[in-house]
């Protein structure tokens, strides 16, 4: 079988006029996946009837744009009726069992890959993989917090964290001279807010474009509201935000003068003293 022709994506040179029109411009079929993923998959589809869901989360859950196709697409056959409505599916793992492992193949195993979209253009490809990378760091803290925390709903912040930043990513994938001016004008000024220069270049928050966006594709309501940060008086939203900011703010290394404020508002989270907090954070992304 010969390998399937590269996907090109839909880009976009100019912004919408709103949240809106931005979002009509995405959907999560045609959203492609990380070429890691793909690969992944690849494998694990040669020996299917080993592979169970537990053993395929753990690539699925890696992955913000495959877990947003997995979880948007079991939403909508759920409204559908397809399956059984016993409640919102909110994990990946959920998704998977309810979903089923042949039918997740046939349906996912061939998605478009992020890398070829974005071959030609490196410097889109490698804003896209910082956002990424922060995006990870973001679950990796956020998923450490609710652990110390004792929280039952652990796998949905850390979904949570993850996709915080779905809506930036999607706008290198599809805008990216667009992501580019906007990352150009925050060198220039390092001071210039992200939603400032979003406003400016985008006519949006990325943020409402998110939420829009979770709520469009059916994401489960406890995923939409821990992703929302004007709910940013629970304890759950705020367990993700402050790992988000504390990804952002520790991306270059340990020496951000924000960094002691994040450190302050996570060891209230956590009902910590502020040293052993710190061992914390440092263990954790050790």
Same mark, same amino acid.
């Given at each position: 079988?010969?390998?399937?022709?590269?996907?090109?994506?839909?880009?976009?040179?100019?912004?919408?006029?709103?949240?809106?029109?931005?979002?009509?411009?995405?959907?999560?079929?045609?959203?492609?996946?990380?070429?890691?993923?793909?690969?992944?998959?690849?494998?694990?589809?040669?020996?299917?009837?080993?592979?169970?869901?537990?053993?395929?989360?753990?690539?699925?859950?890696?992955?913000?744009?495959?877990?947003?196709?997995?979880?948007?697409?079991?939403?909508?056959?759920?409204?559908?009726?397809?399956?059984?409505?016993?409640?919102?599916?909110?994990?990946?793992?959920?998704?998977?069992?309810?979903?089923?492992?042949?039918?997740?193949?046939?349906?996912?195993?061939?998605?478009?890959?992020?890398?070829?979209?974005?071959?030609?253009?490196?410097?889109?490809?490698?804003?896209?993989?910082?956002?990424?990378?922060?995006?990870?760091?973001?679950?990796?803290?956020?998923?450490?917090?609710?652990?110390?925390?004792?929280?039952?709903?652990?796998?949905?912040?850390?979904?949570?964290?993850?996709?915080? %930043?779905? &809506?930036?990513? @999607?706008?290198?994938?599809?805008? $990216? =001279?667009? *992501? #580019?001016?906007?990352?150009?004008?925050?060198?220039?000024?390092?001071?210039?807010?992200?939603?400032?220069?979003?406003?400016?270049?985008?006519?949006?928050?990325?943020?409402?474009?998110?939420?829009?966006?979770?709520?469009?594709?059916?994401?489960?309501?406890?995923?939409?509201?821990?992703?929302?940060?004007?709910?940013?008086?629970?304890?759950?939203?705020?367990?993700?935000?402050?790992?988000?900011?504390?990804?952002?703010?520790?991306?270059?290394?340990?020496?951000?003068?924000?960094?002691?404020?994040?450190?302050? %508002?996570? &060891?209230?989270? @956590?009902?910590?003293?502020?040293? $052993? =907090?710190? *061992? #914390?954070?440092?263990?954790?992304?050790?």
């Amino acid at each position: 079988m010969s390998p399937p022709v590269p996907v090109r994506p839909t880009t976009f040179a100019t912004p919408a006029r709103d949240v809106d029109g931005w979002a009509r411009r995405f959907d999560t079929a045609s959203m492609p996946i990380l070429a890691e993923t793909a690969a992944t998959l690849q494998g694990l589809r040669e020996n299917e009837d080993e592979v169970d869901a537990h053993l395929l989360t753990e690539t699925v859950a890696a992955d913000p744009l495959l877990t947003l196709k997995l979880l948007s697409h079991v939403a909508r056959a759920q409204r559908t009726r397809s399956f059984d409505t016993r409640g919102d599916v909110e994990t990946v793992t959920a998704a998977l069992v309810m979903l089923g492992i042949a039918p997740f193949f046939r349906l996912f195993a061939d998605s478009a890959v992020v890398e070829d979209w974005l071959g030609d253009q490196p410097e889109a490809l490698e804003g896209f993989r910082r956002v990424l990378v922060r995006a990870h760091r973001a679950a990796n803290f956020a998923t450490a917090f609710a652990v110390h925390r004792m929280d039952h709903d652990v796998a949905v912040i850390r979904e949570a964290a993850l996709l915080h %930043d779905f &809506a930036e990513m @999607l706008v290198w994938l599809h805008a $990216p =001279t667009l *992501a #580019l001016e906007i990352a150009r004008m925050q060198t220039d000024d390092p001071a210039l807010r992200s939603v400032v220069a979003q406003e400016q270049v985008l006519n949006i928050r990325l943020t409402d474009l998110q939420q829009t966006l979770l709520t469009q594709w059916r994401l489960p309501p406890l995923l939409v509201k821990i992703t929302n940060e004007r709910h940013s008086e629970a304890v759950q939203v705020r367990n993700v935000l402050l790992a988000i900011r504390l990804a952002r703010h520790t991306s270059a290394g340990w020496d951000n003068p924000a960094i002691p404020d994040d450190v302050v %508002d996570i &060891a209230s989270l @956590l009902n910590m003293r502020i040293e $052993p =907090t710190w *061992a #914390l954070l440092r263990d954790i992304d050790g």
